[in-house]
């Protein structure tokens, strides 16, 4: 925790994570409810664009930026897996 | 004062994009079919994203901290339409339904799917009515 960090800068990283969370609880259901896989892929793909969100809303509170380093590997491994995902579908549809 | 401005400017871009990301959590709840929420997920998050982003490069006043968030940004500004449109790609060819107040599908009739080609011949197999709406 930073001690030298403003009030409104605290506040507002405080609400920006209740929104991140209410999206995390939105994604998760359509992770588990998801009618189709491209459903649940979409949802995971997501779900690393949130937590990169987090990530680098956390280095406001913690007022150290070095989580902005897991913020930049989270976006390049989220890509990678989308792209595997989307290619093991297309390769399934190709097979049957 | 202007620290302050600083402060302020943080904290609003900082709900603003928390905002953005909330609302493509609603999409991906709320929207009917695959493709839609494709394009509530897609959009929507990494704008938020990118903003918050934004916010943090704002508040360390720092040539090495900016350089980092404004790579991320455009990393995740070039690979979300490149990761969408594989996962949307891949969807059609798994002929995942449309939701049936779909307008138009300009590649119905006119996509092999087991060759993967595409045929130009408007009108001999393509359903003129959702094909092509605005020829008579």
């Known amino acids: ?96 | 004062m202007i620290e302050d401005l600083q402060h302020w400017t943080v904290a609003i871009l900082l709900l603003i994009g928390a905002l953005f990301i909330f609302i493509s959590g609603v999409g991906i709840v709320r929207l009917p079919d695959f493709y839609t929420r494709l394009h509530a997920a897609t959009k929507a998050s990494s704008f938020g994203s990118g903003l918050i982003l934004l916010a943090v490069a704002l508040h360390f006043v720092d040539a090495w901290t900016a350089i980092k968030c404004v790579l991320i940004i455009l990393f995740v500004f070039l690979t979300a339409p490149v990761g969408a449109h594989m996962l949307g790609r891949a969807a059609y060819f798994l002929r995942i339904p449309m939701w049936q107040g779909t307008l138009v599908d300009e590649l119905k009739g006119q996509y092999d799917l087991e060759r993967h080609t595409l045929s130009s011949d408007s009108g001999q197999d393509a359903d003129p009515e959702t094909a092509k709406p605005d020829q008579p």
């Open chain 1, 1 to 96: 925790m930073d001690p030298s960090a403003s009030f409104p800068v605290v506040m507002a990283t405080y609400v920006a994570f209740a929104f991140i969370v209410a999206a995390y609880l939105c994604c998760f259901w359509r992770l588990v409810r998801g009618p189709t896989l491209p459903d649940r892929v979409v949802a995971l793909d997501l779900i690393a664009i949130y937590t990169l969100a987090v990530c680098a809303a956390y280095t406001l509170l913690t007022g150290d930026p070095v989580f902005l380093d897991v913020a930049l590997v989270l976006a390049l491994t989220a890509f990678l897996s989308t792209v595997a995902l989307a290619l093991y579908l297309q390769r399934r549809m190709d097979k049957s």
